[in-house]
């Protein structure tokens, strides 16, 4: 979250960047993207996702979702819930009641 503060927005070499950005919706992709990216010599790289990061057909692994639960957690959930609700997570099937999760919400 930390990438999408208001300085980082408008930081004056994302918006030239963003100014060269064309982005087309395509009904067909349903939730993949394609991305082509030309370059000032006329070089073009391409690139398809068919399921986006996260979809049952792309899943994002337990490191990955801990990462961007860390990430997000930080604006609302001290660190030391953090590092208490992760591990609770990692041993879910052993946790004998919910209320231990919730009460570090």
Not at 27 to 40: D, F, Q, T, Y
Not at 55 to 61: F, Y
């Amino acid at each position: 979250m930390d990438k999408f503060t208001d300085e980082k927005v408008n930081d004056p070499k994302l918006v030239q960047l963003r100014k060269k950005v064309h982005a087309t919706l395509v009904h067909e992709l349903n939730l993949g993207a394609r991305v082509s990216v030309k370059m000032k010599d006329g070089t073009i790289y391409s690139g398809f996702l068919e399921a986006p990061k996260g979809d049952p057909a792309n899943p994002m692994g337990f490191d990955e979702i801990e990462k961007k639960f860390r990430n997000t957690a930080t604006l609302s959930i001290p660190k030391k819930n953090m590092e208490k609700l992760i591990e609770l997570i990692k041993s879910f099937e052993k946790l004998r009641d919910i209320e231990e999760i919730i009460a570090l919400l």
